[in-house]
């Protein structure tokens, strides 16, 4: 169907001091018979697999995962003519990433967790909660599931935020399908300030657009999403009736997030933006409710069996409820001072991946593409687990406690490295072979219409990657070419990248896989997916209509 195209680049001869031919692949961006629609069909092939097998077939994500890298290398090898060699390294790069970072972090989270259940700390946290907020179930759905969260998000994303606040929604009487699903729904607005803002300065990088300039016009795009998100959860969990009985705490709650969050990113520094708003949200929701508590309803209250025990697993905790923050605060604290300090990049080295780096030619920047990991020993991963290891200490756990943690750890953990390092060998596969840039080159090629669908290119990217961050650096570049060539505001359309993709968070394989693991769901991540993807595809929508409005009426 397709032959393959190389392009001939000069490299230095040490020994010789000459120049010698060497063949670099060049992507091709309309691989099948000039036909930009069918390649496009083909080039989201391994997507729609994936999604139908588990959406629709309701198969674990490991084995959707493994059908679309399949698909995927079948079609990047015969349409668009990527030589074995190379499809193959790009999904080891792919693959080895996804183990170090990203599922370094969420292991050493998921550590975190499982010392506070082994520590009582917490359902010394759960307690807290029971305590110090309303008998509502609903109420502790807002607080915990966007506010809490959302600090989470802040410092450890990668589906750990997820998988903690889901497991105490659980243990709160909420059914482990709705817990799970509703947190991923919250788990969208913070996303693209996340991690001390990494997807905004990484976009940045990208793109060479002012990363404050970005960061911005990012808090413009999800303020309204902030504040409309605990509406549009409580109307989904407990109908519109309760959204009338509960509006002030669900304004009090998105709307000091939303206010924080433009005045943090526009006015002082992006990368606090997220820490700020949500910490600036659980304090102001919390205290609002010493003054406010909306009329008691029995169908929402937690029933006296989660009153009077917390789950066996947990133990029996007697001590002072407030001994349930102790890890996550620590957990702040470093990850702000590690950060600080700039601790990540001591040891860190750059990997140039044999057989793959500077071998592939990206026809669409007409530039080559490098394959660096950078090997990072004292990442965000190792702060968290330095997090997980002073919670041990303070909370004086005990040997055999310590390794029960370990061991739970490794047995939630394994299915979802898996699951995770098959998906972002796919993303990193369809990134070399030039399939994610046929994607982008026709939805960039919708003229007047890009600026509704851009949004959905950050989308694909996310739901790919399951990270912003990896969904910037995929196709920030290809927002800004596009939006220069249509004479549309570059920022405005790097910045659509970002937002766009966090609503594609809700449905990413790894989202949903780390969230599945601490849950009785194991193996069900297709229900999962079939319950999100409406409300993804939903926001997405209503994220390109401001998109729209901001390109065509406010500029």
Known sequence: MHTSHYTVRPSSCRKQHCLEETLMFTQPLVPVGN?????????????????????????????????????????AVAVWGIPSS??????????????????????????????????????????????????????????????????????????????????????????????????????????????????????????????????????????PFACLIPFYVMALYAGWRSVKQLWPVLLVAGGSFAVTMVVVSTWITYSLSNVLSSSISLVATILFLKFWQPVPDPA?????????????????????????????????????VWDSLHIAKIGATPVHWPGLDQQVFISLYQKPYAAVWNFEPLGTGTAILVSALLTALITRISPQKFWA???????????????????????????????????????????????????????IAVFLTGSDTSGNALFGNLQVAAAHQLSLDPVLFASANSAG??????????????????????????????????????????????????QYVLH
């Open 35 to 75: 036909n930009l629609v069918l390649s496009f069909l083909l080039a989201a092939s391994p997507i729609i697999v994936t999604l139908i097998l588990m959406g629709v077939l309701r198969r674990p994500a490991w084995q959707a995962t493994l059908g679309g890298l399949i698909i995927g290398l079948v079609m």
């Open 86 to 223: 190379l499809a193959f390294a790009s999904v080891s790069n792919g693959m080895v990433f996804s183990i170090l970072p990203v599922m370094w972090i969420a292991l050493s989270a998921l550590f975190l967790f499982n010392i506070a259940i082994q520590t009582g700390r917490f359902d010394a946290f759960r307690m807290w909660i029971i305590t110090h907020l309303p008998n509502d179930r609903r109420i502790m759905l807002v607080v915990l599931g966007f506010c809490f969260s959302a600090a989470l998000e802040g410092v450890a994303g990668f589906g750990t935020p997820v998988a903690i606040t889901s497991a105490l929604l659980i243990m709160l009487g909420f059914p482990a399908l709705e817990a799970l699903t509703y947190v991923l729904i919250f788990n969208s607005a913070p996303v693209a300030f996340g991690g001390l803002g990494i997807p905004i300065t990484v976009l940045a990088s990208i793109t060479g657009l002012p990363a404050t300039t970005l960061g911005s016009t990012i808090g413009l795009q999800l303020a």
């Open 300 to 336: 929402y209250a937690v029933d006296e069996a989660y009153l009077a025990q917390a789950p066996a697993q947990t133990g029996h905790w007697s001590g002072p409820h407030w001994q349930g923050w102790i890890p996550w605060i620590v957990v702040v604290l470093v990850v702000i």
């Open 405 to 459: 943690a370990l061991k739970t750890t490794a047995r939630q953990g394994w299915l979802a490295v898996i699951t995770v390092a098959l998906t972002i060998g796919l993303a990193f596969l369809m990134n070399y072979s030039g399939m994610t840039y046929t994607l982008g080159y026709a939805v960039a090629s919708t003229g007047i219409l890009f600026p509704f669908v851009s949004v959905f290119l950050g989308w």
């Open 501 to 550: 993709g966090v609503m594609g968070k809700m449905i990413s394989p790894q989202n949903i896989t780390t969230g599945v693991a601490v849950t009785s769901l194991k193996g069900q991540e297709g229900v999962v997916l079939a319950r999100t993807f409406k409300h993804s595809i939903f926001l997405t929508l209503l994220m390109g209509l401001v998109v729209v409005f901001q």
